[in-house]
């Protein structure tokens, strides 16, 4: 298993694994179009954004989107969010999703990032032990407007 950034033949199994989730059936749809297309383009060419990907000899299980975020609080600290993050469902429960998300935490250390934030949905209990269990706390209530 590596962790790698995505690249433009990774986004049809990328789209497919964020439309495989209860939430995302209902965000998300199989194919690729040009709004996934401008997305992934934008992503990818913003150094402050990178698409993960875990492969498995070539067979996406994984992904997730880390942005690093400057900021003026907490004296000049960046931080680094972690978003979208999916593991196909024949391979949740293995520790794979442990594996990323400690890599990812591994990547924003080296950076010198101050601070790891992730939001997840209220109705992912399941999601919320997970992430208590790695160390995060609920600090924070989070907030959108869809627009």
Partial sequence: MIFREAVRADLPAIIALLA???????????????????AFADITADPRNQLIVADADGELLGCMQLTYIPGLGRHGTERQLIEAVRVRSDQRGRGLGRQMITWAI?????????????????SRHDAHRFYLGLGF????EGMKLAL
């Avoid at 209860?22 to 040009?34: F, I, K, S």
Wanted: hydrophobic fraction near 25%; include cysteine; proline fraction near 0%.
């Fill in 20 to 38: 495989d989730d209860v939430l995302g059936r209902t965000r998300d749809h199989g194919g690729v179009d040009e709004r996934y297309e401008r």
């Fill in 106 to 122: 591994d990547q924003a250390r080296a950076r010198g990032c101050g601070l790891v934030q992730l939001t997840t949905d209220k």
């Fill in 137 to 140: 706390v609920a600090s924070h």
